[in-house]
């Protein structure tokens, strides 16, 4: 697996997301770009990617798709309606895009290089835990006051715990 920080200048979303698809397709490789201000750092979206496979391992996937059954995870929502709004959207924003194998043939490392040819600039932090935009991700992951104060645990660790709930919920 691997994972590309960047931004993207998104003028047409859905041709973005078409090169993102064919970059996938021709590396054979799920490709999901989500929004990095929304990702509390990487271990978020490898977790996200182990249990899309593991899921798909055990026939237990929800989407047909592995790079949507990652966009679920790493949401920690079972509805992809309400998993898209973890997503990239039109305009200038930061993207983590993470690029994992369907087959050991896959090559990674080659759909990783053409999606940073796609971006408008790449940033190694940009899916930094050190770059947590607190107040967007507490809402979208509907941390409250009261689950922080009830816990030493970080906003990352809590994120991460709603990847890893999502099976519980399936």
Known sequence: ?????????????????????AIGDEHDCAVQAVDADLVVGESHLRAAVEHADRAFERGENVARDPAVEILLYAAGRRQINRALRLGVGEGDAPVAVAVNGLDPAADEAAAADAIRDLLASTDPDAASSDRIDTPAVREFFDVSDAELAATDATLAALVRERVALLDVEK
């Open 1 to 21: 697996m691997k994972i590309v920080d960047g931004r993207a200048e998104i003028a047409d979303l859905d041709r973005f997301l078409d090169r993102l698809s």
